[in-house]
Structures are given as C-alpha cells and as structure tokens.
C-alpha cells in the first residue's frame, strides 16, 4: 500500500491537469501576497543591473541592440532553464516538493487577484465618494498622470487597464502554461519564460531614450510572443458575447489604430462587448497624448461595466483551464 501510494504521489507531482488547477485555485486565493520574493523582482533585478551597464558601454545603435537581444534571449532562457533544473531537483529531492514548488511558480506567472485587487483597490475610493484617494491610488497602477483626472476618465483608465493587463497578465501567461503543459519542458519553464519576455517589455521596452536600441528586440519580441494569445482571447469573448460578428468587426475596424499590435485589440474587445468606448486624451509626465477611439459610445463606462470587464477576464481564463484539462483527461483515457 506504501509503494502504491510513493508512485500516485509521483504521479501526481508531474500531472499537468493538477499542476494547472492547483496554481489557478492558488492565484485565485492569495495572488500575490505582499512582502513575498517574487520571480518577477528577480528578473527586474537582472534587467535593471545588465540595463544600466549596457547602456554605460555600449553607445547607441547596433551595439546596444546587439546587447538588447544578448539581455532578451538570456533572461528568457535562462527563466525556462533555471526553472526547468528547480523542478527537477525537487523531483530528485521529495514529489510532494516537486509538486508545490511547480503550483507556487506558475501560480506566480498569474496575475488574476492581482488585477481584481489593484481595481477593487480604486473602486473602494470611489465608492467612499473620495476621488483625490481614487486618483492616488490609480497612480499606483498605471502610467498615465492621473492628478487632475475627473470620475469618467478614472474609469475609463481602469477599464483600459482591465482589458489590457487581462491579457498581458492573465491570459497570455495561462496559454504559455497550457502550451509548455503538453511539452516535455512542463507548463511552468514556458510560462515563466514568457513572464521573462513580458517583464523585459515592461522595463526595457520603450520607444524612447536610453531604452530606444536596449530594448528594442524585448518590445518586438513580447508583441509577437502575445499576438496568438490576445487574438484568442478575443475570439473568447466574442463567442461568448452572443454578439461575435459585430465584436469582431470593431476589433478590425478599431484595434488596428493602435500602436500596440496587442493592447489595441484587447481594448477594442472588451469595448464591443461591454458596449462602450476607449480611448480619447490621455497625458503623461504633462504631456498630452491622443489615443485612438475604441468601440462605440453606446454606453457610458460605470462601476458595474467594470466589475463586468473582470467577470469577463475569468470566464475567458476559466474558459481556457477548463479545455486544457479536459484535453489532458482525454490524453490519459485514450
């Protein structure tokens, strides 16, 4: 009965279906507690110490690119790998280890709690009737200036950052963990190397000085790694909204305006869905940028339309889990 009980625990520690709920159930649960050592806090390390010595020895152009790329593709593989050995030891070590630290790190790579509490968080001020709160607080979670930002317009920007992190942040990490789930590799080395290329976009990834050939291959790099996992997500919620046509078609006609490949249709398609619009005049560090009009204004943006906007992240995330696991059930069946 032990050695029976030895090997289930064993294959427990390598199932892909337990490893994918247990990590969503433990996101779901706890997000990121604060105060905790996170992956990402040592990436942004690595970023931040090969950044700022790139950029002091390497003058602009193709040298600092030639390091941008030497940064982009370390740090990625070397996310997966390191990640890889982690487990394995464990394995080696106890299942049981094996299995929890699997659960933690992928876990780690999802961001659902942590976008339901960084908009919660602002929605507790606004509901206070305290907006000079709301704008501190949503300053905390995204880059535009939000000193002077009225009540329709700090909804706006949470609902942007909704549809847009629901992506970057949520959907995209969980088809990375699904994909690396059906490989030998497992579904945390894949996840957490794209978490590495989505990190790198986050910090090196601007289209301006000193990051403009640092972090050029990072920013080229993360859109395409998202491109498949964004359109998905899109093609979710429009096969869920009873509407996909009309959704669809506003992603076309709207989501291609944007500069961003990704965050264009992401927006365009929570827009179409929750039938309002995006987009408009946004200013940052004081200066005034126009982004492009997303969807239609046949509704304005409200506190439910948002709490809406998250309901819809989790039924498309949820969407997801369920299909991999029940594709990874039939695989063991058949």
């Not at 704008?135 to 909704?162: C, F, K």
């Not at 549809?163 to 957490?192: C, K, M, R």
């Not at 619009?277 to 982004?291: C, D, R």
Request: charged share 15%; proline share 5%; with cysteine.
């Amino acid at each position: 009965m032990l050695l029976k009980f030895e090997i289930n625990i064993e294959e427990l520690s390598s199932s892909p279906s337990v490893i994918l709920l247990l990590a969503a159930y433990l996101d779901y649960l706890i997000g990121d507690p604060w105060g905790w050592l996170h992956p990402v806090q040592g990436m942004g390390w690595i970023i931040q110490h090969y950044a700022n010595l790139a950029i002091k020895i390497c003058p602009p152009g193709w040298q600092r690119r030639l390091a941008g790329v030497g940064l982009g593709l370390s740090l990625i593989i070397g996310s997966g790998l390191i990640s890889w050995l982690i487990i394995w030891i464990c394995k080696v070590i106890n299942p049981i280890l094996a299995l929890a630290v699997q659960i933690i790190l992928l876990a780690s790579c999802l961001a659902g709690k942590s976008l339901r509490v960084a908009v919660q968080d602002v929605l507790a001020s606004i509901n206070a009737h305290n907006l000079t709160e709301a704008r501190s607080r949503l300053s905390l979670y995204v880059g535009r200036d939000t000193e002077n930002l009225s009540l329709p317009e700090i909804l706006r920007a949470l609902l942007e950052t909704v549809a847009e992190n629901s992506v970057d942040g949520v959907t995209a990490p969980l088809f990375y963990a699904i994909a690396g789930s059906f490989t030998p590799l497992g579904a945390v080395p894949v996840a957490l190397a794209y978490k590495a290329a989505s990190t790198l976009d986050s910090m090196v990834g601007y289209l301006r000085e000193p990051y403009t050939d640092l972090g050029w291959f990072s920013a080229q790099l993360e859109d395409r790694l998202t491109w498949l996992p964004c359109r998905l997500t899109v093609l979710t919620l429009c096969l869920g909204s009873g509407r996909s046509s009309e959704i669809w078609n506003i992603c076309g006609r709207d989501g291609i305006k944007d500069p961003s490949p990704n965050s264009g249709w992401s927006e365009a398609a929570y827009a179409g869905f929750l039938k309002v619009q995006l987009g408009g005049k946004n200013t940052y560090q004081g200066i005034v940028k126009e982004k492009p009009l997303l969807g239609n204004p046949t509704e304005q943006i409200s506190l439910q339309k948002i709490n809406d906007a998250l309901t819809l992240t989790r039924y498309s995330f949820l969407s997801w889990l369920a299909i991999a696991i029940a594709v990874h059930i039939l695989k063991e069946i058949f």
